[in-house]
């Protein structure tokens, strides 16, 4: 069983900077690709950055410029740097592990974007 957990959000003022965490805990899988996803209210969930197995990074461009995913292997750990948030950045965002056995989604953290 993996189970991703994600940690880093918060409260930030507009224009500031977060950096997201996920950790996949659990053994014997190999991941596949990596990515976050956010919803916010009202909204359907959205794909924010992804990334592959090989470093192979996409983005949105409502986030593109702003928002760098990167993934270390050995911790079976997958961040997101995000800066100049804006208030429509605010959303709970996830993260989601795809291995062989299936996908897996976290919880997800919540990110407000207010002054």
């Known amino acids: 069983q993996v189970q991703p957990v994600e940690s880093g959000g918060g409260l930030v003022q507009p224009g500031g900077s977060l950096r997201l965490s996920c950790a996949a805990s659990?053994?014997?899988?190999?991941?596949?690709?990596m990515a976050w996803y956010r919803q916010a209210p009202g909204k359907q969930r959205e794909l924010v950055a992804r990334?592959?197995?090989?470093?192979?990074?996409n983005y949105p461009d409502s986030v593109k410029g702003r928002f760098t995913i990167s993934r270390d292997n050995v911790r079976s750990t997958v961040y997101l740097q995000m800066n100049r948030l804006k208030l429509e950045d605010t959303a709970v965002y996830f993260c989601?592990?795809?291995?062989?056995?299936?996908?897996?989604w976290g919880k997800g953290t919540l990110v407000t974007v207010s002054s």
């Open positions: 659990g053994s014997g899988f190999s991941i596949y690709d």
């Open positions: 990334i592959t197995n090989a470093g192979s990074t």
């Open positions: 989601k592990i795809q291995t062989r056995g299936g996908d897996y």
